[in-house]
């Protein structure tokens, strides 16, 4: 068994080494967290972030090595093995400013010149190392096809726009496509209940039914729709009257920002077994850059991650990859922390203790199956199956250092994990 721990209080990055099992030949009952190999909750489809414009922006300040570098870090086998990415359809708070497609309201300007800047080089380079799936999602319609005349401050998209901006998303699909990138997912609206000084449109749940099922849904060809994009206080009710059994609709995308809510990921994943769900962004807000006053949010990520993958998801995106050294540039000033830092002159990038965390969910997990586990105190477990390989990933989030004894089968071991460290078994 290969043991990988991440300790950033004691300044282990990431550490290996091999342990052996012991066969179980009388019964444990303390400190115990058993495996269930043959307890299938779902599959663990993908892990991944967003290149926003201002990600994008970010990484073209990198040299060449770097960039390269970088890449690998996300996206290798020896990296996360990020293979999902989230797209902007538009510009959003994380941009260097507010820009749209087209101003005219047949279209006939429409063009992704903004994203030819930064977005496309950047997800050039990475289809070199990995191939990924593509979900994109507007913060904002146009701003011509809003009550309010504008990108930023909520507004809703007038009825009598509805089937111009499906073209408009469709020509976003196909603009992408012609660059070789197939969207393989779209919501229609980042958080569509929020009204935001930032790019936001607000669209009610029977706006969002119509849109979809009455002007969108018969214009896509291979792109599939994720419903909602919102917070999770009530996925389960949302989904239930959003949802229609039709070929196009993946499943649901869902925020963090509201509170844990795992038992409505749950009871999505109970009466929908096979629909696809998909946290698609998370992340804590800005404060200046230091090693272990980022550890808490390194948790608080992980934390998430670990009990939406035990409830049910099936695909995890984290927001920005890739901020500066003050988290942006963000034209609102809505700065937050990213798994990786651009360093103070913009010469080179740190990798956060958010990212080791990731490291051990994301890295070994991909197209595995999440199974069951049972844990004896407040730890965190996630444990995952892959031709009979099984993958344990343990987090301490506490004060104080934790015995336990670890059951696969009729196996074991009996370890300890640090407080506020993270540790991956690989057997």
């Known amino acids: 068994m290969k043991k990988i721990v991440s300790d950033i209080n004691n300044n282990i990055l990431i550490k290996s080494s091999n342990i052996k099992l012991k066969k179980v030949n009388k019964y444990i009952e303390n400190n115990v967290i058993r495996i269930y190999k043959d307890e299938v909750i779902t599959k663990y489809k993908g892990i991944g972030g967003a290149i926003t414009p201002a990600v994008a922006y970010n990484y073209s300040k990198l040299s060449d090595d770097n960039k390269n570098k970088f890449i690998k870090d996300y996206f290798s086998n020896d990296g996360l093995n990020y293979n999902v990415i989230r797209l902007v359809i538009g510009s959003c708070d994380f941009s260097y400013s507010t820009f749209e497609y087209s101003r005219k309201k047949d279209l006939s300007d429409f063009n992704i010149d903004e994203d030819m800047r930064y977005i496309i080089p950047m997800l050039r380079d990475i289809k070199k190392v990995k191939d990924f799936e593509i979900m994109a999602s507007p913060w904002s319609c146009p701003s011509m096809f809003k009550d309010n005349k504008r990108l930023t401050l909520g507004g809703k998209l007038k009825k009598k726009y509805y089937d111009i901006y499906s073209d408009y998303l469709v020509r976003y699909i196909n603009e992408y496509k012609n660059q070789g990138f197939n969207i393989s997912y779209l919501t229609i609206q980042n958080e569509p209940f929020a009204t935001q000084t930032w790019e936001s449109c607000v669209f009610s749940l029977d706006e969002q039914k119509d ?181 344990v990933t343990i987090l301490n989030t506490s004060d104080d250092i934790k015995e336990y004894n670890l059951i696969i089968d009729n196996e074991y071991i009996s370890d300890k994990i640090n407080k506020h460290s993270i540790i991956t078994y690989e057997l």
């Open 211 to 391: 849109f979809i099922y009455n002007h969108l849904i018969d214009k896509l060809n291979d792109t599939k729709i994720l419903l909602f994009d919102h917070n999770k206080e009530d996925i389960f009710n949302i989904f239930k009257y959003l949802y229609n059994d039709n070929n196009k609709i993946a499943g649901l995308a869902m925020h963090y920002y509201s509170g844990k809510h795992y038992n409505n990921i749950r009871l999505i994943r109970k009466y929908y077994p096979n629909t696809l769900l998909v946290n698609s962004e998370s992340c804590c807000g800005y404060s200046k850059y230091d090693e272990k006053s980022w550890i808490r949010d390194a948790e608080i990520i992980s934390t998430e991650m670990i009990s939406d993958f035990n409830n049910g998801l099936n695909m995890y995106l984290d927001w920005n990859i890739l901020l500066d050294y003050y988290g942006g540039p963000n034209h609102k000033k809505n700065y937050c922390k990213s798994p990786i830092i651009l360093n103070e002159d913009n010469s080179n990038y740190i990798k956060s203790p958010i990212y080791y965390y990731l490291y051990h969910i994301s890295k070994h997990n991909i197209d595995s199956n999440i199974i069951e586990n049972s844990i004896y105190n407040d730890l965190l477990v996630l444990s995952t199956i892959k031709d009979n390989r099984v993958v």
